[in-house]
C-alpha cells in the first residue's frame, strides 16, 4: 500500500490548543496552490511508475480553499499521479467551511471520504477551545455532505476539554452517533507548550479536568462507542465494519507514502529505508519551488534497527498490533525473535499477546502504550 498526503496549512482562525502548522493569514494561499502544483509535477517525474492506494488532503482547513481551487488541485494531483481504482481519497474539513458548490467539486474530483473537525456537540466547549463553528452549522455540513452523496463520513472528537464533564462527552458521543457517521476519531486534548490555551491554563484562569477524570472519560467513551457499533481498531479510531481508514493505516504499518506541501513528511524505500520532511517556513517552501526545486529541507536514511521498532511502535497502536507475516517478510525474523525480553517482560505485565498472526497489546497494554514501547528500546 501507498499513500499521498496533501497538507493546506490556512485556518480561519487558530484554536486556542492548535500547534499545527497552519496559519490563521490567508494572503500566501494562492501562491501556495500553485506552488503545490508544481511541487506535485517534480514530485511525479522524481517517483513515476507508483500506483496510490489512498489519499489525504489535510491542514489546516482545506475545506477553506474555493471549490474552484480544490478542483484544479485535485486535476492536477490525478494527472500527475497513477491513483489506484477504488483508492480512499480523503479531505479535512470544518464545519462552517464547506458548502454544496465545494462538496460537488470534491466528488467530482475522486474525493470519497471526508473527515468532519467537530470535537464537541457543546457550544461553550466549542467557544473555550476556540473553534470557529456551532454544533448546528456542523449539523448542516453533515446534512450537506450526505446530500453530496458521500457515503465515508469520520467526525473527530476531542475530551479533556477545560470543563468539560463525563457526561458531557458522552452526550457528545450519542448525538454523533445518531447522525450515523462511519468513522468516529476521539482524541484526548493534548496541552502544548505556547498555545493560547497553554497560557490560560499555567496562568490559572482555565482548568482542565484532571488525570482521572480524562481516563474515565476514555474508558466510557470507549465503551459506549462499541455498544454503538463503533469497533475500536486503533488506540483513538473507531469506525462501523469496513470503515477503518485506510490512510492512517498505512502509517501504521510503517507504509510508504509521500507528503506534499508545507512541513510535509514522506517516507520511502529508496536503497534503503528513507524519511525526508519539507521546510516548514512558508517563504523557504515557495522560494524552492520558483526555482523548481522540491522543498526538502531535510532528508535521512533509516537505520535497520531504527526501522524495526518504527514497525513495532507504529504497528502496536492497531488492537490488531504487529503483523508476524509482514515483520519477518521485511527484517527475515520474527517479531518475538528480535525482540524476545521486551516481549517476555510485557506478557508477564499481561500488556502483550502473540497469536500465530501478530503480537497486539492488550487492553491494558493499550493503555501503558508508552511504558510499554520502552522495553523494545531497552531490547
Ligand atoms: S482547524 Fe485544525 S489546524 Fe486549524 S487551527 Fe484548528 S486545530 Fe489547528
Given at each position: ?23 490563521a493569514?490567508?494572503?500566501?494561499l ?8 508544481k ?6 517525474r522524481?517517483f ?9 488532503i489535510?491542514?489546516g482547513?482545506?475545506?477553506i480553499?474555493?471549490?474552484q ?6 486535476a ?8 489506484a481504482?477504488g ?11 464547506v458548502?454544496a458548490?465545494?462538496l460537488q467539486?470534491y466528488?467530482?474530483g475522486?474525493?470519497?471520504?471526508l473527515?468532519?473537525g ?7 466547549l466549542l ?8 454544533f448546528a452549522q456542523f ?13 465515508n ?13 463525563l457526561?458531557?462527552?458522552?452526550s457528545?458521543?450519542r448525538t454523533v452517533?445518531a447522525?450515523?457517521p462511519?468513522h ?5 486534548l493534548?496541552?502544548e ?5 497553554y497560557m490560560?491554563?499555567?496562568a ?8 482521572d477524570?480524562?481516563c474515565d472519560?476514555q474508558?466510557?467513551g470507549?465503551a ?9 481498531y ?9 470503515f477503518?481508514c485506510?490512510h492512517?493505516i498505512?502509517?501504521?504499518q510503517n507504509?510508504p ?14 536503497d534503503?529505508?528513507r524519511?525526508?520532511?519539507?521546510h516548514a517556513e ?5 522560494a524552492?519551488?520558483?526555482?523548481d526545486e ?6 535521512r536514511r533509516?537505520?535497520?534497527t531504527e526501522?524495526?521498532f ?12 504487529v503483523?508476524?507475516?509482514a515483520?519477518?517478510a ?5 517479531v518475538?525473535?528480535?525482540y524476545?525480553e ?18 497486539r497489546?492488550t487492553?491494558?497494554?493499550?493503555d501503558?502504550?508508552?511504558s510499554?514501547?520502552?522495553?523494545f528500546l531497552k531490547?
Open positions: 500500500m501507498a499513500g499521498l498526503y496533501l497538507h493546506i496549512p490556512f485556518c480561519v482562525q487558530k484554536c486556542a490548543y492548535c500547534d499545527f502548522v497552519s496559519f493569514d490567508p494572503e500566501p494562492q501562491a501556495y496552490l500553485s506552488a503545490l502544483i511541487e506535485i509535477g517534480l514530485t511525479a522524481r513515476p511508475a507508483v500506483a496510490y492506494d489512498t489519499v489525504f489535510g491542514g482547513t482545506p475545506s480553499v474555493s471549490a481551487d480544490m478542483a484544479g488541485l485535485l492536477a494531483l490525478r494527472s500527475a499521479f497513477a491513483i481504482p483508492a480512499e481519497c480523503t479531505i479535512e474539513c470544518n464545519p462552517g467551511t458548502d458548490q465545494k467539486a466528488l467530482k475522486g474525493v470519497n471520504r473527515s468532519l467537530l470535537q464537541s456537540a457543546e457550544d461553550g467557544r473555550a477551545i476556540g473553534r470557529i463553528h456551532d449539523e448542516e455540513s453533515y446534512r450537506l455532505a450526505r446530500e453530496a452523496g458521500l457515503q463520513i469520520n467526525v473527530d472528537l476531542m475530551y479533556g476539554l477545560p470543563g468539560q464533564s457526561g458531557q462527552y458522552l457528545t458521543i452517533a447522525l450515523g462511519e468516529i476519531s476521539a482524541y484526548s493534548i496541552l507548550e505556547g498555545t493560547p490555551l490560560r491554563v499555567k490559572g484562569e482555565t482548568t482542565l479536568p484532571d488525570e477524570e480524562v472519560m474508558d466510557a470507549r459506549l462507542l462499541a455498544e454503538l457499533g463503533y469497533e475500536r486503533e488506540i483513538s479510531n473507531y469506525a462501523k465494519p469496513g477503518a485506510r492512517n498505512n502509517y501504521w507504509g507514502y509521500l507528503g506534499l506541501g508545507l512541513a510535509a513528511h514522506s517516507a520511502k524505500e529508496i534503503g529505508w524519511r525526508w520532511s519539507n512558508m517563504s523557504a517552501y515557495l524552492a519551488l520558483e526555482r522540491l522543498p526538502i529541507c531535510e532528508q533509516i537505520p535497520h526501522e524495526m518504527e514497525c513495532v511502535m507504529l504497528g502496536l497502536r492497531m488492537l490488531k498490533g503483523e508476524r507475516s515483520f519477518s521485511r527484517f527475515g525474523l520474527d518475538c525473535t528480535a524476545p521486551a516481549v517476555e517482560a510485557l506478557f508477564a505485565l499481561g500488556w502483550a499477546e502473540a497469536t500465530p498472526d501478530a503480537l497489546l487492553e491494558a497494554g493499550l501503558m502504550e508508552n510499554a514501547l520502552l522495553y531490547d
